[in-house]
């Protein structure tokens, strides 16, 4: 339990840094918010009013406090574009974000494991080369360039899938909410017409993030059941006669996960980058659109805010991963 | 001359034994030539528009066929070779400086400087690494050096790591030590014995990362930030053909996406190649 609230305390500075990161990135360096909100033909007199509505004319020290009170009290400012307040919208969009990543998570991880498995225990052979070519293309591709290719092929080409045009066709209409993830919102309240669209218009984003996280966690397994596999005590399971799917699933593969969900954490941060780009060539409503939206209007409190979150976010995650880890593997619980 | 001959032997042996990797060389070599003499090879203007000719599939007369505007799709991916690869190369080589720099002041001196850059490295490690870069492009402002900027910051722990681990390692060895009774002060002995020493692994680190520096700065271009239109480059090219897929246009997008991946792929390959020459041990 210590152990737990040691961690827990151990991603403070990474809070803090992203936070002050933050702050420096909007109000320190010398792109004006200001002169933004005036526009273009705005008078060096309005500017400076809006600088003292908005408190850019205090001491520096001064405005980092403002905006620590701000934000503990969920003020993100306003957005330009849709005239809400950021926080609103980034909690209506956040749902949708959340849903296609943890998808194109699971679409890897389904994907990757087992083919990792097979490559180190078949060991160049066939699996092991199909392995090593999906792993250098895989980090080769630009996400946003395979998810154009999806388009075409399973939309344009065998129109086996529906237009990339957001979270459901233009027919149906979004499920009661609940958790704001239309598969289980729309599962929840039995309308399965509404669960098949969602499924459909996920498909493809899904499938191309879950390519793109592919290569790093087929990667890993595949060495690290190598060096399991390698291990003494596999030997001996061996050589006490267990079968060899025995041997491989409960000896080898619970031990070589944990240098995988190590690498979630960095899977993570390449998987939340990554859903900005599958967003705007899937015209998905998350925060990642949201962001490229305010991106090109200019629109600074939008950006901001979806910056903290993803970065929030994003430390979150690793206490997560950090804390799994410490469930499965005894050593991590007593090593610190 | 003899102690070249034994890693030339070595490095032919590679690039014979594994042929993907003479593969990724010619590769290379070709993005070399289109980025030093694209803009003279191309056979069109690649900003000249012709509205006659607007969206041609690929044809003898257009080898990629053309966009909406009637611009010779090929010669643009031509010409935006030496953009997107010079971002790339810019990024690489002003991380390389810092970052390398950075990891072996860490690991050499160790304490006060150790933590600083530790809590640096922590810090933008805190962030998911393409969200901080659009943070960064987004507040300096949308122009190709602060691309460079952004895409050097988000590859500086990598270095710093590579940089500080190689010279712990070597910071109490003989020749330091040796350096040292010679009369040689710590920045001395830091650039004149430690950093020609990790010199190697950091060339293998940068490329390594000139693939994801590419992917990177197209990535940035093509959610609008960084290069702008008309400007010949992958990412905006893919991003302008993207509209043109679900009409069936496929070549607008697939001609600049091919050829941001293929120069991705070639410099991932050649960063393995190079790997397993200079340190083989870390083969997989």
Redesign the interface.
Known sequence: MAGLLLRLAGSL???A??I???FV??RV???DAATYFAGPTASAESIAQIKAMLGLDRPLPEQFWNYIVALFHGNLGMSLTTGQPVLTDLAARLPASAELTLCGLFVAIGIAVPLGIAAAVRQGKMVDHVCRVLV??G???????TG??L??VF??RLSWLP??LGRLDAFASPPPTVTGFFLIDAAIAGEWETWRSAAAQLILPAATLGLFALAPIA?ITR?SMLAVLGAEFIRTARASGLSGVTVIITYALRNALLPVITTLGMV???????N??VE??FAWPGIGSY??EA??ASDGAP?QG??LT??IL??LLNLTIDMVNRALDPRARRGS | MKGLAAPLRHARFVVTENPVTGFALALFILFIVAAVFGPSLAPHDPLASNTAQALQPPSGQYWFGTDQLGRDIFSRALVAARLDIGIAAASVALVFAMGGFAGLASGFFGGWTDALVG?LS??IM???????????V????NTVPNIVLATAIINFPLYVRVARAETTTRRDAGFVDAARVAGHRDMGVLLGQVMPNIMPLMVVQMSLTM??AI?NA??LS????GVRPPTPEW?IM??E??SF????E?WV??FP??T??VA??CF??LG?GLRDIVDPRRR?
């Open positions: 500075p990474a809070l840094a992203v002050v990161v933050t990135l909007t360096l010398p792109g250098t293309a980090v080769s591709l630009p996400v946003f360039f154009l290719l388009v075409y939309y344009f237009a990339p990667r060495a993570f941060s390449f998987l939340l980058g990554a900005v780009l705007k060539v962001a490229v991106l090109i950006v979806f910056v993803m970065a994003y430390v | 809590r922590d810090t805190a962030f998911p690494l393409f969200v901080l870069a659009m943070a960064i987004a507040a300096l402002g693939g994801y992917l197209a990535g093509f959610i609008g930030l990412g893919v991003a053909g993207a897929i679900v009409s069936g496929w997008a697939l996406g091919a941001l991946m991705v792929f991932n390959l393995d997989t």
